[in-house]
């Protein structure tokens, strides 16, 4: 009788043993998944293929593009959130082609469709020694603005490479969280500017 008493506690024992690795274990998606690399606005973060560094971040109501000759303005059920940022390659030509915005509640809202021949959107296409500057458009509720990260990467579908995660952290906010800031409507036509153009 004491003898099948253990034989049932080592059995159990094991069986809690098993369901703790399995429970803990890392997923086969975190295994193969992207290596982040983190920073702030306004840093150099340097990915494996490619540097970015966000130079400015704008909120708007709506979007005016220019699309087949034909002026048209874009609207959304919450904010337009365009990012500009300087971009780099590092030892070889390579191409920014996936951004996403992260919010803190860790909702994720992709670079927006909607937007077919506006300037500077990704894909972007980098060389060595040469900077360039992109800028990435999502649609995202006013909610996800404090606390959000942007994640940028050289594709879309990639694994086992660098991933630059940039905290969004020197907007200018209202007490609730909202952005301080809210352009009625923002040209998509004009060229990619940073902050130094501007101050130049």
């Not at 009788?1 to 043993?17: E, S, Y």
């Not at 060595?128 to 800028?135: D, H, S, V």
């Not at 509720?141 to 879309?156: D, F, I, K, M």
Request: hydrophobic share 40%; proline share 7%; aromatic share 6%.
């Amino acid at each position: 009788m004491m003898r099948r008493i253990a034989n049932l506690g080592i059995i159990g024992l094991a069986a809690l043993v098993c369901y703790g690795m399995q429970i803990s274990k890392p997923r086969y998606a975190d295994l193969i998944g992207p290596i982040p690399v983190h920073g702030s606005m306004g840093e150099n973060v340097e990915a494996r293929l490619f540097d970015v560094t966000i130079e400015k971040v704008e909120f708007a109501n709506e979007l005016a593009i220019k699309e087949f000759g034909e002026e048209k303005t874009l609207t959304t059920s919450g904010l337009w959130a365009i990012i500009t940022t300087g971009l780099g390659a590092s030892t070889t030509s390579t191409t920014v082609g996936s951004a996403t915005w992260q919010g803190p509640t860790g909702l994720r809202y992709n670079h927006t469709k909607r937007l077919s021949n506006a300037t500077g959107l990704p894909p972007l296409a980098v060389e060595p020694g040469l900077p360039a500057r992109g800028r990435f458009v999502f649609e995202i509720p006013p909610s996800q603005v404090n606390g959000a990260t942007l994640l940028v990467s050289n594709r879309s579908y990639f694994a086992l490479d660098s991933e630059a995660r940039v905290a969004l952290d020197q907007l200018d906010l209202k007490p609730d969280g909202t952005p301080e800031t809210v352009i009625p409507v923002y040209d998509m036509n004009r060229p990619v500017q940073g902050r130094s153009d501007e101050r130049g």
